[in-house]
């Protein structure tokens, strides 16, 4: 009888030699080939692997499962980096598969149920022997050398979070973003399958290779964190689409803004302001700095700025005193911006920022990402890399002078009408050195939807900057506003443009 020889795809091939602990050393290569391999075949969904038991737990009940910290990856060890793994469950209803590498060998971290405290649950740990981790988060010594804080935690799609010294979880991050706010809807790619690599017992950084799937993309991720006062996130990623996408959004922030100075709440709230970022910072391949400042609005708002290799970009959180948010458990003051700076030169394309309204602080509402003008076709690998930086003390700043608040309504006025104020504050070094009698002036345009009433530009003597005060007229209130303005003294513009919308009513 002849022998029958099983047949075995390439894909398979790969991922039986990942499995083996023996001869190859692993790296990024090996996961743009799996990444390309999985892109040629058909997308196939995670299955829901959870039992009863787990899969009805409200969402208190299955905050009430807890990792046991003293089984955390690499603390027998003493190392500089330690991992605590999440419980699937809730939003979290498949395996993602995670393993370590320890000199470029691939080992799996197995699922085990008695590294875990599942509170007041009644679960019977045979039931959960099939499940696998929800995800991951990894601390070191942050904030202290006694301690070892949460720096880093990925959790659910491909989002991921990163704190700075004293910082508190706001904005969020992702590996890719797709078709963000089209009618078609958005695809939500996820992470599949993370590697560890163990770090040297004197190491400052720590590297993760992650592998994306979704119907209409597959990607390979190198993630290498560098934490610090400014917590540092370089990325590298190769990425190939099964499909044609509309919207492909590159290094994507997502965040939330509620209410602000700009725009007042709603209801009564005790608290001046609530989210976790403030505007939009664009630093252009042209050198010139924009600020947008974040809005609620009332119905979806989708802008961006076409530009040619980009500098930076961000979704920052400008104000850092207490008192403009009177919040002693959210301490939104103490959440971080993020600034992408983009390694290499990644040509034409634009930086897209969606606004959606939302009723209150749990929805994250805001998201901005830059958008290649040349997609790659099916099948075609496409090369990013940047780096990310989670800021608190020291956020990226123009050089000259920035935006330090937006505020909206009218202040001295002998009568109410349908007018608009915006009063906007410029602070920085180039306006400080300025005498209190430089003559500086406010450049001011709006779209053909607005109409300019009065504009003043004077000096803010409790700053040592530049206010300008602006009142205009909507002739249609179904339609936004574009209004753009900079200071200029002489000459020399002075500052950063300040480029804001106001949405319909």
Known sequence: MPLLTPLITPLLAFCLALTSTGAFAFGFNDITQRAKLLSQGSYKKPANNLPKAIDSLTYDQYRDIRFNTDKSLWRSARLPFEVAFFHQGLFYDHPVKINELVDKKVREIKFDPASFNYGKNNIDPQQLQQLGFAGFRIHTGLNSKNYKDEVMVFLGASYFRALGKGQAYGMSARGLALDTAQNSGEEFPQFTEFWLERPQANDKDMTIYALLDSPRATGAYRFTIKPGAETTVDVKSQLYLRENVTTLGIAPLTSMYFFGENQRSAVEDHRPEVHDSDGLSVHTGTDEWIWRPLVNPKRLLVTSYALENPKGFGLMQRDREFSSYQDLEARYE???????????????????????????????????FWVPEATPKPGQPFDIEYRMAWQKEADTQPPLSWVSQTRRGHGYTKKVDESIALIVDFEGPALKKLPADAKVAGVLTLDANGKLLEANTYRNDVTGGWRMAVRLNRTDDTKPVELSGRLRNGTDTVSETWSYILPPN
């Open 334 to 368: 103490k959440r971080p911006s993020v600034w992408i700076e983009p390694k290499g030169k990644w040509g034409k394309g634009r930086i897209e920022l969606i606004q959606i309204p939302t009723a209150d602080e749990t929805n994250d509402n805001a998201v901005a």
